[in-house]
């Protein structure tokens, strides 16, 4: 059973970046069959999709976010990573790492890691 | 895009069934039969619960149920218990091969 788990610095300074890893066990990702997903919960909203990013580093990213987001992918280590520039309070969130197949379904997902943005 | 319109909250008592209603666009929940439903308890990763509009994964009761009508997708809980009192969250596959949520929906079970 595949299992993701995020990993980060809990506390980012307004304006720096926010760096984040979801690493990968339990199965390969290094395959064709799923895309490897950001999700975010900011306090008191929904839940925001990031983006996602394949085996290939090929990458999507939801086109209404403020600041567009960096996805990368490292299949050597099983893993893949989120990147925000220049964050906000308004950035402040859990985040969760997730597997998705062809459409929206997100099947696995990481236990989700809070990241502060303090002034 | 915009999220998907959820209502804030439903309620209902054990033994029950409720319907949550999602609402997109032709853009979204109308073009394709891709629709997700999350449950999710405080303080835990969000559970996949119905994908595909109807389809349920491995493991989940056959009380839950999904659906979709021209724009609007539904979930539908038969027979409440006390531990389906969570959050509840749609999603739907854009045409911009994008995903979208819904508001999201806290379900009380009373």
């Known amino acids: 059973q595949v299992q993701l788990e995020e990993s980060g610095p809990g506390l980012v300074k307004a304006s720096q970046t926010l760096s984040l890893s979801c690493t990968v066990s339990g199965g390969s990702i290094d395959t064709t069959a799923y895309f490897w997903n950001w999700i975010r919960q900011r306090p008191g909203r929904g839940l925001e999709w990031i983006g996602n990013i394949l085996y290939s580093g090929e990458t999507l990213y939801n086109p209404s976010l403020k600041s567009l987001p960096t996805m990368s992918i490292d299949t050597s280590k099983n893993q893949f990573s989120l990147m925000l520039n220049s964050v906000t309070a308004a950035d402040t969130a859990v985040y969760y790492c997730?597997?998705?197949?062809?459409?929206?379904?997100?099947?696995?997902w990481g236990q989700g890691l809070l990241v502060i943005v303090s002034s | 895009q915009s999220a998907l319109t959820q209502p804030a909250s439903v309620s209902g008592s054990p033994g029950q069934s409720i319907t949550i209603s999602c609402t997109g666009t032709n853009s979204d929940i109308g073009f394709y039969n891709f629709v997700s439903w999350y449950q999710c308890h405080p303080g835990k990763a969000p559970k996949l619960i119905i994908y595909d509009v109807s389809s349920r994964p491995s493991g989940i009761s056959n009380r839950f149920s999904g659906s979709k009508s021209g724009n609007t997708a539904s979930l539908t809980i038969s027979g409440l218990h006390p531990d389906d009192e969570a959050h509840y969250y749609c999603c739907s596959y854009t045409m911009s091969s994008t995903a979208v949520f819904g508001g999201g929906t806290q379900l009380t079970v009373l």
């Open positions: 997730a597997r998705s197949d062809y459409g929206v379904s997100f099947d696995s």
